[in-house]
């Protein structure tokens, strides 16, 4: 059964840093240019994302670190004590500005292909199911408004795990805006026909997200509520999935 909650992780995927807002983004620049002392920060920046071998967006690393400096300005760079020594802070250490910056300078300059080929690698790494299709990470990409996209970002500075409502809030504008990206991932998660996996869909969508909403730990099945699982079983049962081959 554990299987079936990984549909919730497939889908709402939680990632260190990751934005999107639209394709015309991807050619954002700095029409004014950065003083001498701004881009010797951004350089330093962005050696220092370059390094992390887990930053997902390294074609985008300069116009990240350079768009985000930029907005701040070298005087409130000065201000904050923020340097080319202090690239390293963590982001949940930096101040508010420097992380509102940051979390626009991703929205602005990763773009929806760049944010969909990310859903998709990303997914890939999820050994209890199939990666997500291109055209569901991008319809999930471009589906969500930038102020859903700047949330998650800010979200994932935190140093525990991101709030639970919001996970379930954001799974839901998930579900709103690309319905069949839950029907596509059971049929490739469980091997289901699109018949079984529609009406799977229909019938699970609101208990994923009371799932989700328990929490990571809720993911594990000695965690999930009993009433949860009747649902569930319920819903399969009733679709006329043979639970033998969930098994």
Do not use: H
Request: charged share 25%; with cysteine.
């Amino acid at each position: 059964m554990k299987k079936i909650f990984c549909l919730a992780l497939t889908t709402c995927l939680v990632l260190a840093a990751c934005g999107g807002s639209s394709d015309e983004a991807e050619s954002v620049e700095n029409s004014d240019g950065l003083s001498s002392g701004e881009q010797v920060i951004a350089d330093a920046l962005t050696a220092e994302l370059l390094s992390d071998p887990e930053f997902p967006f390294v074609n985008d690393a300069t116009c990240i670190s350079e768009t985000s400096i930029s907005e701040i300005g070298l005087d409130k760079l000065v201000e904050l004590e923020f340097s080319e020594t202090s690239v390293d802070i963590p982001a949940a250490e930096l101040p508010q500005e420097l992380q509102e910056a940051f979390a626009n300078a991703v929205l602005d300059c990763a773009g929806t292909s760049g944010l969909a080929a990310y859903i998709v690698e990303a997914s890939a790494e999820d050994d209890d199911g199939a990666p997500l299709r291109m055209e569901d990470a991008e319809c999930i990409a471009s589906g969500l408004d930038r102020e859903q996209w700047y949330l998650f970002v800010t979200s994932s500075f935190e140093t525990e795990s991101s709030d639970e409502a919001f996970g379930a809030e954001f799974f839901s504008a998930i579900l709103e805006a690309c319905p069949q990206v839950l029907v596509n991932t059971i049929m490739d998660d469980l091997g289901l026909d699109q018949e079984q996996a529609e009406c799977l869909g229909e019938s699970l969508s609101d208990t994923l997200l009371d799932l989700f909403a328990t929490g990571p730990g809720g993911l594990e099945d000695s965690d999930v509520p009993p009433e949860l699982f009747e649902d569930l079983f319920t819903a399969f049962i009733g679709c006329g999935v043979d639970l033998s081959q969930l098994e």
